[in-house]
């Protein structure tokens, strides 16, 4: 009995070791980082009647990589979603230059002020996405330019971007030619 209850204690904590997320940024050199997750999942199907099945499974992951030469900080991060229409996907990839005194200008590809709502798996302990992915557009990522502002107690910022809606998984057009959007929050 002792024992039995031991092996079932430790597969526990084992299955929750491995259940519990773990982040960490590596500093490569004093002005190179990578981080990033890998995200899967086990599936067990016992209809009755029917036959078993159980399966392991990689659904998502991301690699970001940073470059800080202060003032300036250069972000890129790639994306990867297996059987999904474009398996991997550059998600970001932008230049800040901090001004001081609170201010910065960030330019190139980078997550809209409206997409609160995380698309990332391991940031939605929810078991389901809502709507998100069939009836309504989740702003992701665009192309442009913003400015921010904080002081210890507030934050500003205001953005030109090639469009504004899309969902995570579009981005705009990549042009202000027809369809320029601009966010901003405070």
């Known amino acids: ?10 597969s526990a904590a084992l299955l929750l ?15 190179f980082s990578v981080s990033g997750y890998i995200e899967g999942s086990y599936q067990l199907t016992d209809p009755d009647p029917g036959t078993s099945t159980d399966k392991f499974g990689l659904d998502s992951a991301q690699l970001l990589f940073t470059g800080s030469f202060k ?5 890129a991060s790639f994306f ?11 998600l970001d990839a ?9 201010l910065s200008i960030t330019g190139g ?17 929810e078991i389901t996405f809502a709507n998100g992915d069939f009836l ?18 507030w934050g500003a910022g205001v953005a030109l971007l090639d469009s504004v809606g899309s969902p995570f998984y579009l981005k705009g057009d990549g042009e202000l030619k027809h369809n320029a959007g601009f966010e901003g929050y405070f």
Not at 94 to 102: F, K, N, Q
Not at 109 to 125: A, D, I, M, R, W
């Open 136 to 153: 309504a557009a989740i702003p992701g990522y665009h192309d442009g330019v913003k400015l921010d502002y904080s002081t210890k107690d």
């Open 71 to 75: 003032p300036v900080t250069g972000v």
């Open 109 to 125: 590809k980078f997550l809209s002020y409206l997409g609160y709502e995380s698309f990332f798996t391991v940031n939605n302990p």
């Open 17 to 31: 070791g491995l259940a519990s997320p773990s982040f960490a940024e590596v500093k490569l050199n004093e002005n």
């Open 94 to 102: 932008y230049v800040t230059y901090d001004a001081g005194g609170g």
């Open 1 to 10: 009995m002792t024992k039995h209850a031991i092996q079932l204690a430790a």
């Open 80 to 90: 990867y979603v297996p059987n999904a229409p474009q398996e991997t996907t550059l």
